[in-house]
């Protein structure tokens, strides 16, 4: 995960405040510590696999279940595991906006090739 690089997309694409970017990207690269790199996540399935992991409901925290992904959780279970589905969320949004800007400029940097 390019930290800065997906800090300064909350900023200035999202909008969102200093200490809630800081947040987002700890999550993010809290999950890297149990997880392979996001960058790696993404390519191979757009990080599917790891949200479905984050799936706990509030049944699950009733019936004391343990949640799927394998990031230990001070505190709540069900808070825990939905403070960091949406730090995952994002970072696919980034990625997705990534691959757009880039569609963007070859599109604008090269020559069409006429079909037929």
Known sequence: MNRN????????????????SNARTSNCARIEKYYDDLDQLYNTDRCT???EQFGYSTTDK????EPLHKIPIDGD?????????PAVKLYIEFRDN??????????EHF????EG
């Not at 800090?7 to 909008?15: A, C, E, P, T, V």
């Not at 990534?98 to 599109?107: S, T």
């Open 111 to 114: 020559i069409n090739i006429p």
């Open 5 to 20: 690089l997906f800090h300064n997309w909350l900023r200035s694409f999202k909008k969102l405040d200093t200490t809630t």
């Open 77 to 85: 279970l069900y808070t825990g595991t939905h403070t960091l589905e």
């Open 62 to 65: 009733k019936l004391n279940r």
């Open 98 to 107: 990534a691959i757009i800007e880039e569609l963007e400029y070859i599109g």
């Open 49 to 51: 696999n790891l949200i």
